[in-house]
């Protein structure tokens, strides 16, 4: 049965995608089984993943939560080159919000999705959209754990009580084995003051929550998705890519 994680903050450009796409990759580069789930209307995933234009598609996962009758299996993608599968995003998924409103179990309908195809998969990795949004509490209740991207500058902080909360809401509520895996820290800056004074202050505030590494910024994150890949084939030898693998060896361990 597949371990969901999903990958969430509210601000947006914090690496959300970034991390959904490498940490897949990395996972599939050990021999685990991975799909992807975009559900940020942006499709940033989805272009990562090689579908230039997502607005084309016929069916994408706002088809999955909006059409009972829509099963996973109809809008699945394969990207042979990462090794994984993924549910594709398009714009139209921004008008889902106010659709399910009046949906009974709303909260649980991405959960319900998934569940027929948990047991063909080693690892699901959802990414979420950068809002709190009714949207993103279905990630969290189809997900057992959170890892939370947090970019090394000062307002990339001032959200995450937010968040923690709203993890904390949905584990109360909804998903009692929900957990925060952990907070990565991405676009580190090394050699920048600001860089390595917020990621001290995360680690005062959050202690063992984050993880022990960082993301270093590197242009290769923005040049991977144009080739439809990860960092992982599209510069192997990176310190980026070595992050990523290094996150995947800690879920893995930790599963």
Do not use: W
């Amino acid at each position: 049965m597949a371990i969901t994680i999903a990958i969430a903050n509210q601000k947006g450009g914090v690496g959300k995608t970034t991390t959904a796409v490498n940490l897949g990759a990395a996972l599939a580069e050990r021999d685990q089984r991975v799909l992807l789930v975009d559900l940020d209307p942006q499709a940033h995933l989805t272009i990562n993943m090689g579908v230039k234009v997502p607005d084309e598609l016929d069916q994408t996962v706002y088809n999955l939560l909006l059409d009972p009758d829509c099963e996973v299996q109809e809008i699945l993608l394969r990207n042979p080159q990462v090794g994984v599968d993924f549910l594709p995003s398009n714009i139209e998924l921004s008008g889902a919000e106010t659709q399910l409103i009046n949906e009974i179990g709303r909260e649980t309908l991405l959960k319900e999705k998934l569940r027929p195809v948990l047991s063909d998969y080693d690892f699901v990795v959802i990414d979420c959209p950068p809002a709190l949004s009714l949207i993103t509490i279905n990630a969290f209740v189809a997900a057992d754990q959170v890892v939370i991207p947090l970019q090394c500058e000062y307002f990339g902080l001032k959200g995450m009580q937010q968040l923690t909360r709203s993890v904390e809401r949905v584990r109360a509520k909804l998903n009692p084995g929900l957990r925060i895996a952990g907070i990565l820290p991405t676009i580190f800056k090394a050699r920048t003051l600001h860089s390595q004074e917020v990621l001290q202050l995360v680690k005062q505030h959050f202690g063992e929550l984050v993880f022990p590494f960082v993301v270093k910024d590197s242009i290769r994150f923005a040049e991977s998705p144009l080739a439809g890949v990860s960092i992982l084939q599209y510069a192997g030898a990176s310190e980026g890519a070595r992050a990523y693998r290094e996150l995947a060896e800690t879920l893995l361990d930790h599963r």
